[in-house]
């Protein structure tokens, strides 16, 4: 069909079998949440990171309220981080997710949720640990 054609398999495949869809507990202190939302079309994206004690990446999960590009973005962001340190996952840019699953120039924005996500995801958790950093200190 028409419609599928548009679409790089990379694409169709993450959305048709999204890998790590779920959620964390977001009060662990070893997990941090990004929820962001996309103002071109109202999509909405949370991804979660959990991270092992040497601060590498050690899961995510995602859970996408949007587009099929959206879907895909986060499936293959969730992917992506695993293994990665928190400073190599601030480094992953929408353009590398998108040109992954070659996304269309019309769906960029549905990638640069993904982005956002995991930046969000990564300065919750840096709250988190600041808060219990100055927690300890005034003990
Ligand atoms: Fe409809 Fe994104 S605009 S799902
Ligand atoms: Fe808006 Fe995909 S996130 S159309």
Redesign the pocket.
Known sequence: PAVARAYHENVINHYENPRNVGKMNKDDPDVGTGIVG?P??G?VMKLQIRVNDDGTVKEAVFKTF??G??IASSSFATEWVRGKTLEECSTIKNTDISSQLKLPPV?M??SM?AEDAIKAAIKDLAEKRRLKEGASQQQ
Do not use: E, R
């Open positions: 996309a071109a079309c999509d949007g587009c590009s959206a769906k924005h549905c949720l």
